[in-house]
């Protein structure tokens, strides 16, 4: 026989939030906020839209939302380059827009967690304008990185960094009497200046704006490049190109510096003398789940998210090992691990498993969702991916708003040896009703265009049809959160045939079929949810290609 497996949702949203240590094993949702819900019809979401759409959060069943910058901000790079820590962009709302996500998301059950970025700020700051002003020698520019340049003239960049997104990491200046002036370091946008992390002006400002949020009553920080606050003393040449295709894979000297971790325990220090478990999560990327998980050590930040999942290939021996050693690097230090698949900087994993065609690619996205779902510790969700929204790969380069794509060609031939620069198809605006002019996002359009066929994935068009998308996601997410053996907790591998994973938490088995092909096993117990249906011999289930299922045992 063939049975499709799901689970039904309880229609009430609200539900107590999780006690003291949640974050250890909390499904935490991102909001990329100019995507989410526009509430006025400009095309750009704000958060009056997001507090409209947060029952869908609350019975998707997840605990905590994740919002990007909404910061006063030129908008350089969607909000990454912040003018005024302390003031919401007119774009997004208000301050009182603000405090009233954040009282509505509570009164859910659900956690509230803000982007905070130390690594640089905006070009239209007060600091570093200030800073241009004074020219060389002034005060204000010990709050970043100005030097003179190399060569007779000063004409050549103070070293050979780059920045991610393309070119060289230094800008020259023009000094008040209009000659060329001192250089200075962006390690992306050029409209992006990199604090110097060594003033304490910097280090005090950025205790005060954690302050100040967390007396709004938010429950904790994502760090935007948590990993990049601190560079090498006497910045040295790295003495060679491409040098965005090492972040992750080596220690820079402009990321992943030992210092840095004097920073992340004075900030839990400061989260600690707040009630409430406030958490710190390190957008850190280091070359080993061992250096990962120096950012988690018991007296520094609460969570960091885990790119080498994010970067695994859909294959189980290599899935294994990264799990294996995440698992055990965050247990060193008495850490959760931390599981994602997207976010608002990568190809979404609908279409980065879609070797064989977008067919192929939602199955192993539905299959991958069980899987990271069933893993010890806490999951990181991109919007839209419980309604298996794929890659927007068409979009007009007109319409593109990515920084990184004005700096690198798409055939890579011009040296700059940055990010791809596609960034925007993953942040499409998303799909909430059938029809309309943006299918519900806002009464306008929106600011990127949406698939015709997002129609048919939108949340309405999903509801209540039990072979979709969103309702494996919300059987799934219920699942979580009734049974006690998910979440935080011990794991143990199971003997499985190549190509198949299976593991077993406190009283579930959860099993993981990598293959292009049916893979025929003993009933590891009773059936739960599957990605895919599954049928049955005598004693035996036969698991569908790019599947999963969880059984309870």
Known sequence: MTQELTTSLPTEPVRPSKGPGWWRDAVIYQVYVRSFADSDGDGIGDLRGVRERLPHLAGLGVDAVWLTPFYASPQADGGYDVADYRTVDPLFGTLGDADDLVRTAHELGLKVIVDVVPNHSSDQHPWFREALAEGPGGAARTRYHFRGGRGAHGELPPNDWESVFGGPAW??????????????????????????????????????????????????????????????????????????????????????????????????????????????????????????????????????????????????????????????????????????????????????????????????????????????????????????????????????????????????????????????????????????????????????????AWSGLSVEAQTGDPGSTLELYRGALALRRELPGLGDGPMSWLKAPAGVLALSRPGLVCTLNTLGEEVELPVPGRALLSSAPVSYGAGTVRIPPDSCAWWAI
């Open 171 to 452: 800008t020259r200046t023009t000094d008040p009497d209009g000659t060329p002036g001192e250089w200075y370091l962006h390690l992306f946008a050029p409209e992006q200046p990199d604090l110097n992390w060594d003033s304490p002006e910097v280090r005090a400002e950025f205790d005060s704006v954690l302050r100040f949020w967390l007396d709004l009553g938010v429950d904790g920080f994502r760090i935007d490049v948590a990993h990049g606050m601190v560079k090498a003393a006497g910045l040295p040449d790295i003495g060679r190109t491409e040098q965005a295709k090492l972040i992750g894979s080596q220690v820079l000297p402009f990321f992943d510096q030992d210092g840095v971790h004097e920073i992340h325990r004075s900030w839990r220090r400061l989260l600690d003398s707040y009630p409430g478990d406030r958490i710190g999560v390190a957008e850190a990327w280091a070359p080993t789940s061992e250096r990962l998980a120096l950012y988690v050590r018991p007296d520094e930040l609460h969570q960091a998210f885990n790119f080498q999942f994010l970067k695994c290939p859909w294959d189980a021996a290599a899935m294994r090992e990264v799990i294996d050693e995440s698992l055990a690097a965050t247990g060193s230090v008495g850490a959760p691990t931390t599981w994602v698949l997207s976010n608002h900087d990568v190809v979404r994993h609908t279409t980065r498993y879609a070797d064989g065609g977008p067919e192929r690619g939602l199955a192993r996205a539905r299959a991958a969702a069980l899987l990271t779902l069933a893993l010890p510790g806490s999951c990181y969700l991109y919007q839209g991916e419980e309604l298996g929204l794929p890659e927007v790969t068409d979009l007009p380069d007109e319409l593109r708003q990515d920084p990184a794509f004005f700096r690198t060609s798409p055939d890579g031939e011009d040296g700059q040896n940055g990010q791809d620069g596609f960034r925007d198809g993953c942040r499409v605006p998303l799909p909430w009703t059938r029809s309309g002019e943006s299918y519900g996002f806002g009464p306008g359009g929106s600011w990127l265009p949406q698939p015709d």
